[in-house]
Structure formats: structure tokens, C-alpha cells
T-cell receptor, first 113, second 115 residues
Framework: EAQVTQNPRYLITVTGKKLTVTCSQN?????MSWYRQDPGLGLRQIYY???????DKGDVPEGYKVSRKEKRNFPLILESPSPNQTSLYFC????????????FGPGTRLTVL | DAKTTQPPSMDCAEGRAANLPCNHS???????VYWYRQIHSQGPQYIIH???NNETNEMASLIITEDRKSSTLILPHATLRDTAVYYC????????????????FGTGTRLQVTL
């Protein structure tokens, strides 16, 4: 089944403890992206990647890192999480920047205490 | 990208058509209209998109006015499973940078389908 998977789905952590949220897609998509969703603010893009080893900042990249060493994986790294990073995170992929449809993962609900 | 305006909420009886409006009066000539929906904090799901002609797929129909300043998403026979937040998004499909694929979600319309 074609899908985007994220792990973990739920995570409660403490300030400053490094964490990684994994994202993987099995559709051989070139383009991958991370969004965060907060009440009243909609979805905002954090980082995106147009292909392996090509990443760039979205609208809200502060406090996050990403890497794209393989086409299928696009992990989101929080080196020193803070409470303002408590949010619902979505990974998405699409065949390319020209393509119309983005496929979203199920989401990761992160709470930073 | 052009800004969109949607009503915050709508109700629809099951089995009836749900018509969700969207205003995008500042849309430019090369901007497409997209619709996504999000069911209860799940990942957003693509529904349909169009440029200026009406479009139909297995999920819905999209009607775009001739001046392209507004559009309507039609779910022909709404079911309880269609209860969700529906997002109307306008964006440029031109290959300029990777941010061309950024989806700017507003607050959408919360559609409640009832028995």
C-alpha cells in the first residue's frame, strides 16, 4: 500500500532532550516536507526537500533540523526541544514540485514539558 | 499565493449534496484552486484541484466561476464519513522553487454531516 509513515505517533518529552521523528514513504517520491499544525494557525511548513541531499527552510524552521540521505526517508530532528514546539506534526510527499497532490502521513503529536 | 475566505462551519444532512464555497478574489492567472480535507486531526487528504474549468473526480466536483474569484466544492451525496475540515487553497503551480509545492492552509470550513 502506498503510504507515508511517521514514528512515533505520540511523544511526551522534556525540554532539552534531543528527539527525532521519522518519516518514510514507499512511493519513490522526490519531494518531501514537514509541517506543524497549531490551533488557529493552520499548517505551516518547517522544512522541505526536493531530492536526496537537497533540503531547504520553510516558513518556521527555527529549532528544527532535517536530513535527506535516502529518497524514502526524511527525519525531523529537534536538537533541544522547547515547550513552544508542542504541536501536531505532519510529513508529506509528492512525486515532484510540479505535481499536484501531496500525500500526508498520519501525524505525530508531540508534547514538550 | 492568493488568500482564500471560507465560512467557518456548515451543516449538511446525510445523503444530500454539500456545497462548500470559497472566495479567492485576488487569484492570479496561473494560480490553481486546490481542496484538501482533514478528518479529526488525521493527515490532510487531497480532494480535487482546477485552474478554470469545472472538474469532477470520484470524490467531488469543483465549480470555478468564470472570473475565477470564487469556487464551490460539491460532495454530491454526503455521508457521515465526510464530516471534516475542508481547506480551499490557491497556489502557483509554476516550477520556480521548491516552495511552489508549499500548501498554505487557512482555517477551513468545518463540515458536519448529520443523520
Amino acid at each position: 500500500e502506498a503510504q507515508v509513515t511517521q514514528n512515533p505517533r505520540y511523544l511526551i518529552t522534556v525540554t532539552g532532550k534531543k528527539l527525532t521523528v521519522t518519516c518514510s514513504q514507499n512511493m519513490n517520491h522526490e519531494y518531501m516536507s514537514w509541517y506543524r499544525q497549531d490551533p488557529g494557525l493552520g499548517l505551516r511548513q518547517i522544512y522541505y526537500s526536493m531530492n536526496v541531499e537537497v533540503t531547504d527552510k520553510g516558513d518556521v524552521p527555527e529549532g528544527y533540523k532535517v536530513s535527506r540521505k535516502e529518497k524514502r526517508n526524511f527525519p525531523l530532528i529537534l536538537e533541544s526541544p522547547s515547550p513552544n514546539q508542542t504541536s501536531l506534526y505532519f510529513c508529506a510527499s509528492s512525486p515532484g514540485t510540479l505535481y499536484n497532490e501531496q500525500f500526508f502521513g498520519p501525524g505525530t503529536r508531540l508534547t514538550v514539558l | 499565493d492568493a488568500k482564500t475566505t471560507q465560512p467557518p462551519s456548515m451543516d449538511c444532512a446525510e445523503g444530500r449534496a454539500a456545497n462548500l464555497p470559497c472566495n479567492h478574489s485576488t487569484i492570479s492567472g496561473n494560480e490553481y484552486v486546490y481542496w484538501y480535507r482533514q478528518i479529526h486531526s488525521q493527515g490532510p487528504q487531497y480532494i480535487i484541484h482546477g485552474l478554470k474549468n469545472n472538474e469532477t473526480n470520484e470524490m467531488a466536483s469543483l465549480i470555478i466561476t468564470e472570473d475565477r474569484k470564487s469556487s464551490t466544492l460539491i460532495l454530491p451525496h454526503a455521508t457521515l464519513r465526510d464530516t471534516a475540515v475542508y481547506y480551499c487553497i490557491v497556489r502557483d503551480n509554476a516550477f520556480i522553487t521548491g516552495t511552489a509545492s508549499k500548501l498554505t492552509f487557512g482555517t477551513g470550513t468545518r463540515l458536519q454531516v448529520t443523520l
